[in-house]
Every structure is written in C-alpha cells, then in structure tokens.
C-alpha cells in the first residue's frame, strides 16, 4: 500500500494513488463497522489527543470513536478554556504535549498554517481536522469515499461545489482531491463568496445555479460560514435561498441519478431544503457521516503504520 507520510496536513500533497490507497482502506472499515464486534488493535497500545482550538461537535467524535475502534488510547484536550487562554503560545503547547510522548494528534484551529507549524515542533504524527480556510482533508476524503460507493468511480465525473466557496476549507480541499482523479468541477455561488483567482485552480465557476447544476453528477452543497464573514455577503438569508439554496426544481436540471452532499451541519431552508436533505434516493448526506468514521481509521492506521517503521517522509 502506498502512502509514506508521517503527517496527514492537507490533499496537496498526496498523489492520486496515495488517495486511492486511503480509501481502499477505508473500505475495510466501513465492513468492520457494520459489524457487531466493531474494534481492532492496530492502534493497541498508542496514545491519540484530540485539540480542537475550534468547536466541532461532529468531526471530534468522529475522530474519537475512530480512535477508540482501532484500540487507541483517547483524550480529548478541551483547548477553548486551556491555557492558550493564559497567554500560552502554540510553540508552548508543542512542548506540553513533546512531555507526554503522544503517538497521534488530531488538530483543528481557526488559523491557517497552524497545525502545519505545530506539527513541526512535535515527536508524533498530525491529522489536520481543519485549520482555517486552508484544508480539510479527511473531509474531502470521506466525500471521495461516499462518491466512490455511491457512482461506481472518483473519476471523470462533473461535480458542482456549491454556496460560500471563499471561507470554506472543505471547498479548497474537495477541488485538490477531485481534481487530483480527472474529474470535470464546477463552483456556483454569488461573486461575494467566490474567491480571487479561483480559475487557476481549473475549475469552472458560475453565479447562475440552475446553468452550473446542468447535467452534473453530484451536487455537494456548503454550509455558509457566517462565523468567518465580518461584512454583508448576501443579501439576506431568504434571498440567498431563493437564488443558491438547493431545492428540487433545480436539482431536476442535474441528471437523474445525480446525488446530493451536504459536510453537515445544515442551515435547513437556507442551503438546502430539508425534504431533500432526507430524501433517501438523492441524499448521502447520512452516508458522509458514516464514511467519515471509516476514512479516519485509514488515516490513523497508514500514520501509525509509518511511526513504527520509520518509513514516513
């Protein structure tokens, strides 16, 4: 199996069989999962901390029940009232945790570029959960495990990325890796939301949903970031409902079969109409969830795999 990173930081730079690799793993999971007797031991013995400089419900427990299942040690560091509250610099907390010898550290932070320098200063291996508007990677890989599952392939496919491209770091990791397996991308929303030089990324952008949702495979819709905006970037929450939300009138101009994505939580109304979120014929909003668990076991595993062998570069 191919994939000698020491740290899981970002989609760049994995190579489309090192993508692959993850999610032929991940595969393994989702089986097990569905099991009764759903643990392993391949993470027996190791110590894995959870940090979250940011409140994520969903992604730490995902992360934490992937950790637990595998046979890991698991704790979670409740950073919002820690002492980066006193005044304690990253640098500082790398030391901290340097002084109890963790094996995997799964970081998110509201700043770009952060856990990328914490993994720098520490001994063990680093799983990004999402670090500002850079990356999100095991996002993007548990989308490419639902999209997998779901059409059969993760290649030459059209997918529309739709709703707050320009504060979303699950938008910036889904065109890497989609982009990385040959397929044809879309991105649709208001020119507000939609970040300078986003054409070089070689993807096709649209202000009109209903002319980018024509004839597309998967329609991945995104959560509006309102935490991340300091000024009026739509007009109001109905308006934008009406232009971008999606609904089924325009989910009919996409092809019959075309699934419906969601990375969760939902503003129901406002992105995405709540019947459509729940239809069980279109949606694999579900299926994310339970693809994430699986994907972050892989993760965990092929890190852990190369801390014992030293083969990590």
């Known amino acids: 199996m191919t994939f000698a990173h020491r740290h899981l930081l970002g989609i760049e730079p994995l190579q489309p069989q090192e993508i692959t690799t993850i999610l032929d793993l991940a595969e393994t999971y989702v089986a097990l999962n569905?099991?009764?007797?759903?643990?392993?031991?391949?993470?027996?013995?190791?110590?894995?901390?959870?940090?979250?400089?940011?409140?994520?419900?969903?992604?730490?427990?995902?992360?934490?029940?992937?950790?637990?299942?595998?046979?890991?040690?698991?704790?979670?560091?409740?950073?919002?009232?820690?002492?980066?509250?006193?005044?304690?610099?990253?640098?500082?907390?790398?030391?901290?945790?340097?002084?109890?010898?963790?094996?995997?550290?799964?970081?998110?932070?509201?700043?770009?570029?952060?856990v990328d320098l914490l993994a720098q200063k520490v001994n063990c291996a680093v799983l990004n959960a999402g670090d500002g508007r850079h990356e999100h990677p095991t996002q993007a890989l548990l989308d490419a495990l639902t999209i997998r599952r779901a059409k059969g392939r993760l290649h030459r496919l059209n997918i529309a990325i739709c709703g707050d491209i320009a504060h979303s770091r699950v938008a910036r990791s889904n065109i890497l890796l989609l982009g990385k397996m040959e397929n044809r991308i879309r991105l649709i929303g208001p020119p507000t939301l939609m970040p300078s030089g986003i054409a070089e990324f070689g993807v096709e952008v649209f202000d009109d949903m209903r002319a980018g949702l024509k004839d597309v495979d998967v329609v991945m819709m995104l959560r509006l970031q309102k935490e991340r905006m300091d000024g009026g970037f739509i007009p109001s929450e109905r308006e934008y409902y009406h232009r971008y939300g999606l609904d089924a009138e325009k989910l009919a101009l996409a092809k019959p079969d075309a699934i419906v994505m969601h990375p969760g939580p939902m503003n129901r109304g406002v992105e995405i109409d709540g019947t459509l979120a729940d239809d069980i014929n279109r949606s694999v909003i579900q299926d994310q969830v339970e693809m994430g668990v699986a994907v972050r076991m892989a993760a965990m595993e092929l890190l852990a795999r190369n801390l014992a062998t030293g083969a990590a570069v």
Request: proline share 2%; hydrophobic share 40%; net charge neutral.
């Open 34 to 114: 569905r099991q009764s007797d759903k643990h392993a031991d391949v993470l027996a013995g190791l110590t894995q901390i959870n940090m979250f400089f940011e409140n994520s419900t969903r992604t730490q427990a995902s992360f934490e029940l992937a950790g637990k299942r595998l046979g890991a040690d698991v704790m979670n560091m409740a950073m919002q009232a820690s002492s980066i509250k006193k005044g304690e610099t990253l640098i500082d907390t790398a030391m901290t945790l340097n002084a109890m010898h963790p094996d995997l550290l799964v970081v998110r932070h509201p700043h770009s570029g952060a």
